[in-house]
């Protein structure tokens, strides 16, 4: 799978990406262990803050509640068959990244590894988890955030249940629609 | 606008329509007020729990803590200039529902009112709010879901900041290859 050239973007704009609700990618690192998961359950919770549900089945569950850290990464279409292939194995059959190929970048934050095929790269902190227990909720910040600079609107896979998915389709704009201290731009 | 013929919908299937991230309108009322406001911050926290993010400058957030009962509405593309303006002017400003020409049903087991012109209606109670002072979290269990008869995959649309909508895009199937206990039908 090809890398891709990526820049910097505002970690508090990373809900451009989040809050149309794609499937994403988590990888977490922790004492020379490390693991990627798909998941399709998560929110903003803030400009900064995403709520992520990660099952406590899920050996991700294990690694980030030890390292505190993870990063979220964006896959686009040309990655949903190894999406699907991720979310249906488990890290303890052998490294997921070999298996699958994927090439990965060093964070700059965080020891988590940034998965180089997908659209973007969200380095995030554990922010808290007082609602871990209760609903494999955690709590992340985002510290760094990594973006493709081509194509503008990736093609991103959302997640309906029974082994199908939505592709992300076209935009249409209605900023002529909002007050202007309604628009975050 | 039209109202849409719905049937019955198992609660426990609703991730359906919201896991893939779609804008939704949410409708509250209490003690004889009544308001819907627009939401894209929300995520699945178990297969019948819902968890939003309800700003406590917003009417509605006032609404649901007094009556810890909701509407989830599910808009279509057909809808989004009045989605948009709905999230542009505040309850305070006269009845949304008037306003917007918003006809509506009463809940089965809720007071809030059901949009008729969405494809679907997820009547809620208040599950717990723990989190609400920290996050304006508000979690929700579905406890009655209405579904329009058709079409079956309606065209949602997803928010990404800006003013700009992403509208959904075309259905993928990978059935094959998940394991069968990973799907949930």
């Known amino acids: 799978m090809p890398s891709r050239r990526k820049r910097d973007f505002p970690v508090d704009q990373v809900r451009r990406f989040l ?11 922790w004492n020379g262990e490390r693991d990627v998961m798909t998941m399709g359950w998560h929110m903003m919770l803030g400009w900064d803050l995403v ?30 068959d190894t999406v699907v292939r991720i979310g249906n194995c488990s890290g303890r059959e052998g490294d997921k990244f070999e298996r699958f190929g994927l090439k990965t970048t060093a964070g700059e934050k965080v020891s988590a590894p940034l998965i180089d095929a997908c659209h973007a790269n969200f380095e995030c902190v554990l922010h808290e988890m007082r609602n871990t227990d209760l609903y494999n909720l955690f709590v992340w910040q985002v ?36 007050k202007p201290e309604m628009l975050d731009e």
Chains 1, 2 share one sequence.
Request: proline residues 6%; contains cysteine; positive net charge.
């Open 143 to 178: 510290v760094k955030a990594h973006v493709a600079t081509s194509p503008k609107l990736p093609r991103t896979v959302h997640y309906r249940g029974g082994g199908r998915f939505m592709l992300s389709g076209e935009e249409v704009s209605r900023r002529r629609l909002f």
């Open 19 to 29: 809050e149309p609700g794609p499937v994403v990618l988590v990888s977490s690192a």
């Open 51 to 80: 709520g992520t549900y990660i099952w406590d089945a899920n050996r991700t569950h294990h690694l980030v509640r030890k390292s505190r850290e993870c990063v979220i990464n964006l896959p686009t279409a040309d990655l949903l």
